[in-house]
């Protein structure tokens, strides 16, 4: 059974659409991340909610709207799709506790023609 | 606010080689101090991680990582390297107050068979 899975894989769109990525863990965690990984492989954060509230709101567009509606899921809605936005999204869940590793999802490589 | 330096950006080696991957960070205070691999198109996975304890730890797949408080490095090792290790390597740093994850830019292993 897949931990953390993230639909879809791939998302091929054009410049302004709005689009929506889907993630849920069934591991039981309380935390939830989305990480944005750029063409340089750098990976930063976005968001994270713990138990469907939102506690790291990183320095992000307000075109990015997360969503939880319960513990085990965290959407992300992308208003106005830029060619900036390029790049692969993964999500992650863990416990609460600097100290619980992070489970990671498998991407979603989204590309902006 | 906390930082992460992987100095090595792309590291080729021989099988057999032996591996040191350098990583420092920035923050005082008590932190919590991980390995995460990404394979070729694959999602991050967990190598090992330290929060306490003994500074030698000992993960997945023959890596050890030691903790130098006093450096403030977290230096990733294995004694010699297979061509399956082939990936890109990310320390990551949390602390105590939050799971909020400060990843290093990534080292690009490549090994030659």
């Known amino acids: 059974d897949t931990a953390v899975s993230q639909t879809p894989k791939y998302l091929v769109t054009q410049m302004g659409n709005d689009k929506s990525i889907k993630c849920e863990q069934n591991l039981g965690h309380d935390t939830m991340y989305w990480y944005k990984q750029d063409s340089k492989k750098f990976l930063k954060i976005m968001f994270s909610y713990n138990n469907k509230e939102l506690i790291i709101n990183e320095t992000v567009p307000n075109r990015f709207s997360p969503k939880s509606p319960d513990k085990a899921h965290l959407n992300l809605h992308i208003n106005s799709l830029e060619l900036g936005d390029s790049a692969v999204y993964f999500c992650?869940?863990?416990?609460?506790?600097?100290?619980?590793?992070?489970?990671f999802g498998d991407g979603t490589r989204l590309s902006i023609l | 606010a906390q930082s992460v330096s992987q100095h090595n950006h792309h590291v080729i080696l021989s099988e057999a080689a032996s591996l040191e991957l350098g990583c420092n960070y920035s923050?005082?205070?008590?932190?919590?101090l991980f390995w995460y691999v990404q394979y070729p198109g694959q999602h991050l996975q967990l190598l090992l991680k330290?929060?306490?304890?003994?500074?030698l730890v000992k993960g997945i797949k023959g890596f050890e990582a030691e903790f130098i408080k006093s450096k403030f490095s977290f230096n990733l090792r294995k004694p010699s390297v297979q061509w399956s290790d082939t990936a890109e390597y990310f320390c990551?740093?949390?602390?105590?107050?939050?799971?909020?994850?400060?990843f290093g830019s990534g080292t690009k292993l490549n090994v030659k068979p």
């Open positions: 923050y005082g205070g008590t932190v919590n």
């Open positions: 990551a740093v949390t602390t105590n107050n939050f799971n909020k994850f400060y």
């Open positions: 330290y929060f306490s304890g003994d500074p």
């Open positions: 992650a869940s863990s416990q609460t506790g600097g100290h619980q590793p992070q489970h």
